[in-house]
């Protein structure tokens, strides 16, 4: 279950995408008992806020879908509630894929960051060779891959 702080981050956001986020939540909550305790870490931010990351470099955008409440970002703990800083991309696959199979049952666009040209309900298991994919193919157009495996938004297609 995502906490209150989780689910009032979501309350911002565009329905489809809470809807989404919240399904994701049980089912990974099914498929991994023993897995993280993931949570919102960021929903709807303002202006100000982009500015910031960007500043940061912790985002490279000042145009964020987060900014018009299509994107959210996970967060991990550990029973404890310690927050975990080092999570491997191991561990965003699996959201990930619980995140598409949310996305498939409700029939929502949703585009991970981790692999931006791709649908989420079009990708396949193993969701690390996506990943690999996604940085080949940037590779091959002269492009530098940014994977952001804690990013989830609405396709910028179905969701302009
Ligand atoms: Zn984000």
Not at 56 to 76: E, L, P, Q
Not at 100 to 120: F, L, N, P, Q, S
Not at 126 to 143: L, S, T
Request: glycine letters at 4%; one cysteine or more; charged letters at 30%.
């Amino acid at each position: 279950m995502f906490n209150t702080r989780s689910q009032r981050r979501l309350s911002f956001v565009l329905p489809h995408l809470n809807q989404a986020a919240t399904r994701a939540r049980n089912i990974y909550d099914t498929r991994y008992p023993d897995g993280f305790d993931w949570q919102i870490s960021e929903g709807l931010r303002d202006q100000a806020r982009q500015n910031e990351l960007v500043s940061i470099g912790a985002s490279k955008t000042t145009d964020s879908r987060h900014i018009t409440g299509h994107a959210i970002d996970v967060a991990m703990f550990d029973k404890n509630g310690t927050y975990i800083k080092t999570v491997t991309e191991d561990d965003y696959c699996r959201i990930a894929e619980c995140m598409k199979a949310a996305a498939k049952e409700y029939a929502i666009a949703i585009v991970w960051g981790a692999v931006w040209d791709r649908d989420i309900r079009d990708l396949r298991p193993p969701f690390m060779a996506e990943i690999e994919a996604y940085k080949k193919r940037r590779e091959d157009a002269g492009k530098k891959a940014f994977i952001d495996g804690v990013h989830f938004e609405l396709s910028k297609r179905e969701y302009p």
